[in-house]
Every structure is written in structure tokens, then in C-alpha cells.
T-cell receptor
Framework: GDSVTQMEGPVTLSEEAFLTINCTYT??????LFWYVQYPGEGLQLLLK?????DKGSNKGFEATYRKETTSFHLEKGSVQVSDSAVYFC???????????FGKGTKLSVKP | DTGVSQNPRHKITKRGQNVTFRCDPI?????LYWYRQTLGQGPEFLTY????????KSRLLSDRFSAERPKGSFSTLEIQRTEQGDSAMYLC??????????????FGPGTRLTVT
């Protein structure tokens, strides 16, 4: 079945460092891909999405490009801030009714 | 738009008791999803409604679990004879009516269940 694999955390970075969180997927067809973020004590929020190959999703300085040839959707940010500390989930639309299939999440801690 | 709301936010129950959670989706959304998230894992799909019809159930949803959406608005998730393995965060999400599944799902804050 469809699945998502993302790099394990936790990831600890200093403020203004470059961030990459790797995400690869297995799916039939060409699913829509998403990054969700969960800040401490809050619910899941959509960070960005891409719906077809070579699409780049971007939001709040984060970017991810839908790479069909490598079945990847890596999350990047050029300069992280303390406020980016959260758990990041890669996900795809799977199943016959559009349910999301999530990776296990990557916890990011940014130190000042 | 007040967002997706869930009640209660926290529930502690003893093993063997029944519990019920409520989800109120964004008003114009006709799709509603339930997910379960355990510590250190991503959310896992439980079930899906389009309007009042329950169209899909995951094999994670054992016979002790039942979900309803009687008027196509709010939804309830009931767990009968709770077990310690049911301890998790239960998440509800809703999305726009559309033929496309690429639309964003909006998540509620979740109900954290602890079974003692």
C-alpha cells in the first residue's frame, strides 16, 4: 500500500541554519503531497502542498519540490528561527476516499 | 470560520468504560475524517464521512469503535469497552466539497484519551 518515509529526528539546529527534512513516498499513480506542522500544544496545520510532478510548494520560507523520478518531497528552509521548532509531518493523499497517509514526523528544535 | 473543534480536549477513563468524542467541522465542509495519533507516530486514518454517509473504515477501526454523522454536520466517535491500547490522540479533520482530493484538510486540536 501507499506509504511515506521521513527522516527520523530529533533534529537540532542553531538559529539561521539551513534545514532539510527528507521525505520519500511509495504510491500508485501521482498523489498530492503535503507537509503539515504541529507546534507544541497545537493542532496540525498545513504548511505547504504540491499536486503534480515538479510543482514547488512554498510557505513561510519553507519549500518542497515534488520529484516524481526520486519519489521525494524534501522540506527545506534557508534560515530557521526559534519559532520554527515543531514536529513536521510529510503526507500524501491515499486511499479511495482521499484520506491522508502520514510519515512518523520529525521533531525540529532550533536553539538561539 | 471558527475552525474545526473537538470536545473534550482530554479524557481519562478506566479500562472497560465507554467514551464518546465529538467533532464539529467547518460549516461548509461536507467531508469529515477521523484519525488516531499515538506517541511518536504520525496520524493514522480511521474513517471518513461525506455528508452523513460513512464511506470508508480503516481496519484499525475494530468492532468496539463506531462513528456517526447523523445530520451531515457534527460527528461522534464512540469507543466501547476501552482498552489501554486505545490511549492516543484522536484527530478530526474536514475539507471542502470537491471532486478533487487535493484540497486541504483542516484539523481540530484533537482529543487526548488516556485509559487507565
Amino acid at each position: 500500500g501507499d506509504s511515506v518515509t521521513q527522516m527520523e529526528g530529533p533534529v537540532t539546529l542553531s538559529e539561521e541554519a539551513f534545514l532539510t527534512i527528507n521525505c520519500t513516498y511509495t504510491a500508485t499513480g501521482y498523489p498530492s503531497l503535503f507537509w503539515y506542522v504541529q507546534y507544541p500544544g497545537e493542532g496540525l496545520q498545513l504548511l505547504l502542498k504540491a499536486t503534480k510532478a515538479d510543482d514547488k510548494g512554498s510557505n513561510k520560507g519553507f519549500e518542497a519540490t515534488y520529484r516524481k523520478e526520486t519519489t521525494s518531497f524534501h522540506l527545506e528552509k534557508g534560515s530557521v528561527q526559534v519559532s520554527d521548532s515543531a514536529v513536521y509531518f510529510c503526507a500524501l493523499i491515499g486511499g479511495s476516499q482521499g484520506n491522508l497517509i502520514f510519515g512518523k514526523g520529525t521533531k525540529l528544535s532550533v536553539k538561539p | 470560520d471558527t475552525g474545526v473543534s473537538q470536545n473534550p480536549r482530554h479524557k481519562i477513563t478506566k479500562r472497560g468504560q465507554n467514551v464518546t468524542f465529538r467533532c464539529d467541522p467547518i460549516s461548509e465542509h461536507n467531508r469529515l475524517y477521523w484519525y488516531r495519533q499515538t506517541l511518536g507516530q504520525g496520524p493514522e486514518f480511521l474513517t471518513y464521512f461525506q455528508n452523513e454517509a460513512q464511506l470508508e473504515k480503516s481496519r484499525l477501526l475494530s468492532d468496539r469503535f463506531s462513528a456517526e454523522r447523523p445530520k451531515g454536520s457534527f460527528s461522534t466517535l464512540e469507543i466501547q469497552r476501552t482498552e489501554q491500547g486505545d490511549s492516543a490522540m484522536y484527530l478530526c479533520a474536514s475539507s471542502f466539497p470537491s471532486g478533487s482530493f487535493s484540497y486541504e484538510q483542516y484539523f481540530g486540536p484533537g482529543t487526548r484519551l488516556t485509559v487507565t
